[in-house]
């Protein structure tokens, strides 16, 4: 650490444009170069990103997939709210209302109607074997 002088107020509180950290904020140098770095990647690929991703996914197969993977985020949070008990009566009345009306509503659509008979296609006939060699002319074995 360097042997820096730092101005204070005879309270001890720092001086007006001094933050009493003369090597600055390290997160927040580091979120600037994060920043930075997403920005110029982002003006990249608007110059040619779309070419370069599919030449990767022709060329480099196993690249490609490894890269789809790294953007799935690993673990997700889910937390759960009270849910029903965290509700009032006059929520759940609501609730319920809005349910019948939707289920209302999926009744009015369904039609009714009487089925029609099924009709049968009419039924093929078989050839026979014997038909068919006759008609090859296929010398039988005697």
Do not use: C, W, Y
């Not at 090597?23 to 979120?31: K, V, W």
């Not at 040619?48 to 490894?66: E, N, S, W």
């Not at 006759?134 to 005697?142: F, G, H, N």
């Amino acid at each position: 650490m360097s042997n820096q002088v730092i101005e204070r107020k005879p309270n001890g509180q720092f001086a007006k444009g001094s933050s009493g950290n003369p090597g600055g904020n390290a997160q927040r140098s580091r979120h600037a170069l994060n920043a930075d770095t997403i920005r110029e990647m982002h003006a990249a690929f608007r110059r040619g990103g779309r070419k370069a991703v599919d030449q990767v996914m022709r060329t480099q197969p196993a690249i490609f997939l490894k890269l789809l993977v790294l953007l799935v985020p690993r673990e997700m949070e889910v937390t759960h709210s009270a849910g029903i008990k965290g509700l009032s009566d006059d929520q759940i009345d609501e609730m319920i209302e809005a349910i019948q009306a939707m289920l209302a509503a999926r009744q009015a659509k369904t039609i009714e109607g009487k089925a029609l008979p099924v009709i049968e296609a009419p039924k093929r006939r078989r050839r026979r074997t014997q038909d068919v060699e006759a008609k090859a002319d296929i010398p039988s074995p005697s």
